[in-house]
């Protein structure tokens, strides 16, 4: 993993197409007819999906898209009615989330699953397994992990550093703002070293001030080489650090491309706005915006 990979990788994508679906040169992950129902509602319908190796892609679409279902069965949190995906290769369909974790793909949460009744270095060694359930982890706790322990808290006291998380070392997790908890979690997901990290709404709950910090961290990872998916609806970090846009609606995948090409894209404008927003006002919409405005402007007189 290196600078140069990523570099590779944004260069490669400059002769991909902007259809649903694209090839990519350098797949990582390859998916094909994924599906997932819950009752009558079809939350994902994928025909294909391709994330190139060493960038970062963004996944956003509309509330309700199905960009988080769609997270939770490639990295095995959930299980489709039908469908198949590999990660570098490796098909990974039935696999649970601590096996794929263990082949290098691991995600974080929309709302965060940092433990908080632990300490933030606790919260740290966890991640070194890969990923399971609370109830797994708590049961364990001490005795099993010793042999390893030495190697992964040095680990994890790096990556606290580099996330200027190693003050905060000792405090509960539950003390630590939503921000934190967002750098937290990414850190988590470091211990095991992944090649993919998918990010589920990183910016969300963030203040201004961590912001920028987290967006630095997010392109530090693709300058190791990493590849970076994230869900997100801030669309400034879309724009300012994603080599590649996927859009989804209806739990399809609607559109593809670069950032500047997608965020043009009337298409998407009307995923997200469910309207045409840019077609001219008709003479009566303006007569009936006017006369609103006048009985508005009528009632103010009256209320002073
Ligand atoms: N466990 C579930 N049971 C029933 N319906 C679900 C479940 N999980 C998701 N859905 C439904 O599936 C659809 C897709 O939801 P999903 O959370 O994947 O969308 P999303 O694109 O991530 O939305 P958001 O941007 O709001 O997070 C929605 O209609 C949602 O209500």
Not at 56 to 66: Q, S, V
Not at 73 to 83: I, R, V
């Amino acid at each position: 993993m290196d600078v140069e990979t990523s570099a590779k990788g944004r260069e490669a994508l400059a002769s991909v197409p902007n259809t649903p679906g694209a090839p990519k040169p350098d797949p990582i992950v390859v998916g094909d007819g994924i599906t997932r129902t819950f009752g009558g509602l079809t939350a994902v319908d994928v025909e294909h999906i391709e994330i190139q190796r060493g960038v970062i892609t963004a996944l956003i679409g509309p509330n309700g898209a199905g960009k988080t279902t769609l997270f939770n069965l490639l990295t095995g949190f959930d299980k489709p009615d039908a469908g198949d995906w590999s990660f570098n290769g490796n098909r990974l369909a039935g696999l649970p989330a601590f096996k794929v974790a263990r082949l290098g793909m691991v995600r974080t949460f929309q709302l965060t699953k940092v433990l908080s009744k632990l300490t933030v270095i606790e919260n740290m060694r966890l991640g070194a397994t890969g990923q399971r359930g609370e109830h797994f982890w708590l049961s364990m706790l001490p005795p099993l992990w010793r042999a390893q322990e030495q190697a992964n808290t040095e680990r994890a006291d790096d990556l606290l550093r580099r996330f200027k998380l190693d003050a905060k070392r000792e405090d509960f997790a539950g003390s630590l703002s939503g921000g934190q908890r967002k750098l937290l979690e990414m850190a988590r997901a470091l211990m095991v070293d992944p090649e993919l990290i998918m990010l589920d709404e990183p910016m969300a709950g963030v203040n201004p001030a961590l912001k920028q910090s987290l967006l630095g961290h997010v392109k530090s990872l693709r300058e190791e080489g990493r590849t970076v998916l994230f869900v997100e609806h801030d669309m400034d970090m879309v724009r300012d650090i994603s080599d590649w846009v996927i859009v989804m609606a209806q739990g399809k995948i609607v559109a593809e491309g670069r950032p500047e090409q997608i965020m043009a894209d009337p298409a998407v404008i009307d995923a997200y706005l469910g309207a045409h927003h840019d077609a001219d006002l008709s003479e009566l919409d303006e007569a009936r915006i006017e006369a609103e405005a006048t009985a508005e402007l009528d009632q103010e007189a009256k209320n002073d």
